[in-house]
């Protein structure tokens, strides 16, 4: 049998790597929106302007707020960070992350083919991650 201390540890380290993986997707989130940024006003052309937007509101604010979310947030109630469920916490980031690669490919897609449409299904997905966020963050806080 495991040890209870070590595999806290263990589940802590991993909680760690998951609030590092974050914070570096929001910073490179926050370089894209940046440069978009920049590129569409150099242009005078602002196609772009729900990719900027989305890069900078969903990949920076957001992912930030989730990576810093998991540390802070269960250390104010338990001196550690801790998570209710780190696999659900893990496949949150990546619901996270699918759905706002979906959200930003769909946008670019041509409109008459009605591939952009495909922005609404990732779209749905964010929202689930976001969801989900919220469960393991009332979960953890309650102490459940």
Not at 70 to 93: C, D, H, S, Y
Not at 111 to 121: A, E, F, K, Q
Request: charged share 10%.
């Amino acid at each position: 049998m495991i040890d209870p201390s070590v595999q806290d540890r263990a589940t802590q380290d991993r909680l760690h790597r998951l609030c590092r993986r974050y914070i570096r997707v929001s910073f490179f989130c926050l370089s894209l929106g940046l440069l978009l940024g920049v590129a569409m006003l150099a242009f005078g052309n602002d196609n772009f302007l729900f990719v900027h937007t989305h890069l900078l509101l969903v990949g920076f604010v957001l992912f930030l707020i989730y990576g810093i979310g998991f540390k802070l947030l269960p250390t104010m109630f338990f001196g550690l960070p801790r998570v209710a469920n780190i696999g659900l916490a893990e496949a949150q980031f990546w619901l996270a992350v699918i759905g706002l690669a979906g959200m930003l490919v769909g946008a670019v897609m041509p409109v008459g083919l009605g591939l952009d449409r495909i922005s609404v299904l990732f779209g749905f997905i964010e929202a689930v991650a976001g969801i989900l966020f919220a469960v393991l963050m009332g979960k953890t806080i309650a102490g459940k």
